[in-house]
């Protein structure tokens, strides 16, 4: 009776199982099937994924077992190299783009191609993302102080400090450290300092603790505003810093008018200033979302980058050696009197420029760009409703061996007078929506290169730590190190 038993519930399991895979993981597909059928163009192949919850458990798979590539590389091997495919992932049916031509066209299409986050990104950010005049206007104003080598110029000596007291730190501690851990401290202090100045230890300190509750409710699957939720502990937190920066503007404003300020203005004494074309100057919640802007923008990214190619010339001794040496050439050229980096060096370092580039190709932080389809679309002879996400994913262009061959090598040389298909290398993004913060990542990554490459050098406790994917690339130890000043003699 037992083993009667035993086979009746192994079939019945087996039955539902089939019914599951085959039929109930299939409805969602066969659902929108129906409903675009009798439109003009067909929906592009690919996989609508469970009811409800879409592909989600796919991706965070691939993503979370340090394999990202292996999510798009499914859709490739089972529908062919179209470069569009269907699919549904955060709670919205979606479209993937991954080709040089089709991305920089939907990237560069304001019109039909409408900026959009998560609903969590969009809530605690707050920024003007729509497609105005208004939002080209506001960015123009706002990233004035932060584009170009010549007008960062006047942070290079505040950056350099941060730099070269930082590592000090990091040598000075006996046991291992989180090297990731250091890099966001480093990048968080870069962008408090140019946007702030000088601010005081205890309010740095504590911008770094609720930007890190922030944070994690930044991608929250569901945002749910309710105790004991990670969003609903975020957007506590941003009102929270939206409270701290408003005092400090208001103590920025009154020295204004006192003339307290000389010559070097912070960005948020240049903010304060500026007037639009109505000649009307910038609200006051405007300039804190440029401010939450970018530290989203800025701060995980570029720390996590500058990590990642801290490992990368470890592991490549050759590519260390050349990078050093470049380092090292500029320093002997410099006269007696000169100590410190100068805007002239910094656009000295080719051949560290390649080391940045790609670094930023193989870590691609963001590893794709949401927008939605403002109508019914074609592209390629495909349909993409009106509504749907469509998914930018640009780590697949930087993966791609098409454009980059030997992609999961680290060689900076490829970019030796390499001729870039145009759309194959976007980790600023492209056209109006160019990541405003590009200059003062670059700008950033060179100075802590340098001063890392001539005095220092890492030493992973677990080199071969897995890796995790979500939300963006890095040891699950945050990459334990020590960091070794290395002797003048």
Known sequence: MALQWFWVSSATLLVFYIFAKKVIRNLNG??????????????????????????LYTFYKSFSSGQPDSFISNFIFRYGRTGIYKTQLFGSPSIIVCTPEICRRVLTDEVNYKLSYPKATKKL??????????????????????????????YLERIENIVINSLEEMSSVKQPIEFLEEMRKVSFKVIIQIFLGSCNQQIVTKFGDLFDVMQNGLFSLFPIEAPGFSFNNALQARKKVVKIVESLIDERRLMMNNSEIGEKKDIVDILLEIKDDNDEKMKDEDIIDFLIVLLFGGHESVATAMMWSVIYLTQNPQCLKRAKEEQEVIIKARSSSEKRLCLKEIKEMVYLSQVINESLRLTSNAALVFREA????????????????????????????????????????????????????????????????LDLTRFEFSIFLHYFLLNYKLEQINPECRINCIPISRPIDNCLAKVIKLSTS
């Open 30 to 55: 066969w659902y929108y099937d129906v409903k675009f059928r009798n439109k003009e163009y067909p929906l592009p192949s690919g996989d609508m994924g469970w009811p409800i919850i879409g592909n």
């Open 125 to 154: 950010m707050r920024s003007r993302l729509d497609n105005s005049w208004e939002h080209r206007q506001f960015k123009r104003l706002v990233t004035a102080p932060i584009v170009g080598q010549n007008a960062l110029g006047v």
């Open 374 to 437: 403002a109508s019914d679309l074609n592209i390629n002879g495909y349909l993409i409703p009106k509504g749907w996400k469509v998914l930018v994913w640009l780590r697949a262009l930087h993966m791609e061996p098409e454009y980059h061959s030997n992609a999961e090598d680290f060689n900076p040389s490829r970019w030796d007078d390499y001729n870039l298909t145009e759309g194959t290398f976007l980790p600023f993004g492209i056209g109006k929506r160019l990541c405003p913060g």
